[in-house]
């Protein structure tokens, strides 16, 4: 599960934000982390790890140095990057 791989990169990542974001939060857990998410990328020289499901693609404008995504269709993964 999600929370899992964030309990997974807490542990084994130290110094670095994790969050997971998908769109079975409630709404307004969702916007909360909307939020966190966003303040988290724009930390200046701060890691950040987010674990997303496809709800990322039409909610979150972010930049970041890698990506890692399962195989998509073409549309989607160009909307990813």
């Known amino acids: 599960t999600y929370e899992c791989c964030r ?3 807490r542990k084994n990542v130290s110094g670095v934000a ?3 974001y998908h769109s079975r939060l409630k709404y307004k857990h969702r916007s909360k982390r909307h939020e966190r998410v966003i303040s988290d990328f724009k930390r200046e020289n ?3 790890i987010l674990v997303a ?3 990322a693609e039409m909610s979150l404008d972010l930049s970041a ?5 399962d195989i998509a ?3 989607s ?3 990813r990057m």
């Open 7 to 9: 309990e997974y990169c």
């Open 18 to 20: 994790v969050n997971v």
């Open 46 to 48: 701060a890691p950040t």
């Open 53 to 55: 499901t496809q709800v």
């Open 65 to 69: 140095d890698l990506l890692i995504t």
């Open 73 to 75: 269709p073409i549309p």
């Open 77 to 79: 993964l160009i909307q």
